[in-house]
């Protein structure tokens, strides 16, 4: 069955760095689409990132752009997000999610909680 | 980039009641809407994708309607495992955006 499982997150001071990583199993992870989808405490969805399978199609939401870089490494089966000088209002909860056939998400991870504080 | 809205914000109901949640978005989208559900603590789980087809498994007493920017999500009978947070989501354009939530709380 399909899972992913998401780890790296933790505690950073503001202009910190951190690397999440989504580990894919039970599909074919090259034939997708992945995304990265964060939920700030208490408040909405956002998407973050999605990256095409091949890795050469790459968009980012503007509140992250030139800070987050989303890669994957389809022989480990496994997806990424680098986060680069963090701030306060990169605290959420972060998930991986594989794309579904109408740019919606038909399975997500169970979320990494990334922390943003001095 | 596409606006999302959704009313109500939240909805007090009783099991068995049917439940309506509208989605609009700020632009046209055709059929490229997206119904998540969010339990507290969990990620979200689709319900509905393309408008308004069933995602496999899902419960059939979950429907969605609608194209273009006016969109509708209901729960024909309102079970207990129901009460949770939804979430539209459009995919027409990158980013692609959800709506803030409607909460459906128990009466």
């Known amino acids: 069955q399909v899972q992913l499982v998401e780890s790296g997150g933790g505690l950073v001071k503001p202009g910190g760095s951190l690397r999440l990583s989504c580990a894919a199993s039970g599909f074919t992870f090259s034939d997708y689409y992945m995304s990265w989808i964060r939920q700030a405490p208490g408040k909405g969805l956002e998407w973050v990132s999605y990256i095409s399978g091949s890795g050469t199609t790459i968009y980012y939401a503007d509140s992250v752009k030139g800070r987050f870089t989303i890669s994957r490494d389809n022989a480990k089966n496994s997806l990424y997000l680098q986060m680069n000088s963090l701030r306060a209002e990169d605290t959420a909860v972060y998930y991986c999610?594989?794309?579904?056939?109408?740019?919606?998400?038909?399975?997500w991870g169970q979320g990494t909680l990334v922390t943003v504080s001095s | 980039d596409i606006q999302m809205t959704q009313s109500p914000s939240s909805v007090s109901a009783s099991v068995g009641d049917r439940v309506t949640i509208t989605c609009r978005a700020s632009q046209g989208i055709s059929s490229w809407l997206a119904w998540y559900q969010q339990k507290p603590g969990k990620a979200p789980k689709l319900l509905i994708y393309?408008?308004?087809s069933l995602q496999s498994g899902v419960p059939s007493r979950f429907s969605g309607s609608g194209s273009g920017t006016d969109f509708t999500l209901t729960i024909s009978s309102l079970q207990p495992e129901d009460f949770a947070t939804y979430y539209c989501q459009q995919g027409n354009s990158f980013p692609f955006t959800f709506g803030p939530g409607t909460t459906v709380d128990i009466k």
């Open positions: 999610a594989r794309r579904y056939n109408w740019n919606d998400l038909d399975f």
């Open positions: 393309a408008a308004s």
